[in-house]
Every structure is written in structure tokens, then in C-alpha cells.
């Protein structure tokens, strides 16, 4: 069974600094999809940035940047320039690309943006 | 406005007494999908439809039924609820395929408290 873990249960970043928060996954699979959402307080699931697991260069969404290292199962999260509305839940998800159709979730970090 | 709907956003309810939590998408998605939220548990997939008449198991549907009739509609049953289900539920919609990469789209959360 896939699992998804993030370490981090809280992490904090000054304004205008970069911070990056970790995930790392654990499949036999080798066609699946990654995912990063944010939940801010109002507790809305935003999608921040997906990657393709059969796509070697990283995705990018502006100030959002992935770093995918799928030999050794990690897909961090860069938050460059964090502004004070990047304060959030962030949630890790995985999503097989065929078979089981199920999603996978990491428990979450909380990023805190320090004005 | 492409959206998915859940209702009620809110609801305090006694053991035992059945209760269906509404959810509706206008987006023509296949696959849709109910989740429960609690503090450092993250997100978890309680049931999920592929599509009409085609329902599956997540990862803790114990206690929960669901039904897919219509294609927009997927709500959800507790037939005898418990204090051990409150929690923060979440409905979500995808395409099953193409290039979308299964990104979900995510109701406003419904939170129930069982007493």
C-alpha cells in the first residue's frame, strides 16, 4: 500500500524568505501523480502545484517550485518570496495513474509567515 | 462557477440518529470522493465513486455509506453515528483522466460534531 509522509509538523518562514517543506512517498508504482494543497484558515483545499511521476523536469507555479526525486521517493515544496497569505496548511497527496483509484494524503504542515 | 457544493456546512447532531451530508458538482466529473479531516491525521479517503452505480472503499469507510445515483451527486450516509466521527468532512470531484492529472476540486468542508 502507498503511504505519504511529511515530517514537518510546523514550520515557520520569515516574509520575502524561501522555505521548503518535505515530502517523501513510498510505491511500487511507477506511473502516479504528486500533489501539493494548501488549506488556509478557511479551510478551502487549494491545489498549490501537481508533478507527473513519468515527467523528469519539476513543476513550477510562479513563487512554487517542486523538487522531485522519484529514485528516491521525495517531493519537496519551495516557497520562494513567502508572502504573509502563504500561511496555510500545506498537504502532500498521491494518486495512482491506473489500478486503484484512491488518493493518499500526507498528515500536513503548518507554515507560519513571520512579518 | 465550476464548484462543488456540500450541505450543511455545519451540524451538531446525537449519537444514533441518521444523518446524510449532501454533495453536488456541476462539472461533469466522473470521479468523486468523501474525506475526513482530523489534527495530525491529515486528510483520509472514506469512500469513492468512478462513476454512477460504481462505489469503492477508501481507507476508513467504517461507518459510512454512500450512493452515486446521478453523476453530479454523491452524498453521504451515517446511519448511526458515533462521537468518534466528528470531524471536518470534505466531498471532492475529478476527471478520471486526460490532461487534467486528476486534480481534485474540494467542497467547502462540512463540520460535524456528534455528541
Known amino acids: 500500500a502507498q503511504t505519504v509522509t511529511q515530517s514537518q509538523p510546523e514550520m515557520s518562514v520569515q516574509e520575502a524568505e524561501t522555505v521548503t517543506l518535505s515530502c517523501t512517498y513510498d510505491?511500487?508504482?511507477?506511473?502516479?501523480?504528486l500533489f501539493w494543497y494548501k488549506q488556509p484558515p478557511s479551510r478551502q483545499m487549494i491545489l498549490v502545484i501537481r508533478?507527473?511521476?513519468?515527467?523528469?523536469q519539476n513543476a513550477t507555479e510562479n513563487r512554487f517550485s517542486v523538487n522531485f526525486q522519484k529514485a528516491a521517493k521525495s517531493f519537496s515544496l519551495k516557497i520562494s518570496d513567502s508572502q504573509l497569505g502563504d500561511a496555510a496548511m500545506y498537504f502532500c497527496?498521491?494518486?495512482?495513474?491506473?489500478?486503484?483509484?484512491?488518493?493518499?494524503f500526507g498528515t500536513g504542515t503548518r507554515l507560519k509567515v513571520l512579518a | 462557477e465550476a464548484q462543488v457544493t456540500q450541505n450543511p456546512r455545519y451540524l451538531i447532531t446525537v449519537t444514533g440518529k441518521k444523518l446524510t451530508v449532501t454533495c453536488s458538482q456541476n462539472?461533469?466529473?466522473?470521479?468523486m470522493s468523501w474525506y475526513r479531516q482530523d489534527p495530525g491525521l491529515g486528510l483520509r479517503q472514506i469512500y469513492y465513486?468512478?462513476?454512477?452505480?460504481?462505489?469503492d472503499k477508501g481507507d476508513v469507510p467504517e461507518g459510512y455509506k454512500v450512493s452515486r445515483k446521478e453523476k453530479r451527486n454523491f452524498p453521504l450516509i451515517l446511519e448511526s453515528p458515533s462521537p468518534n466521527q466528528t470531524s471536518l468532512y470534505f466531498c471532492?470531484?475529478?476527471?478520471?483522466?486526460?490532461?487534467?492529472?486528476?486534480?481534485?476540486?474540494f467542497g467547502p468542508g462540512t463540520r460535524l460534531t456528534v455528541t
Open positions: 462539472m461533469n466529473h466522473e470521479y
Open positions: 465513486s468512478m462513476n454512477v452505480e460504481v462505489t
Open positions: 471532492a470531484s475529478s476527471l478520471l483522466g486526460g490532461g487534467s492529472g486528476y486534480e481534485q476540486y
Open positions: 510505491t511500487s508504482e511507477s506511473d502516479y501523480y
Open positions: 508533478q507527473e511521476a513519468y515527467k523528469q
Open positions: 497527496a498521491y494518486r495512482s495513474r491506473s489500478g486503484t483509484y484512491k488518493y493518499i
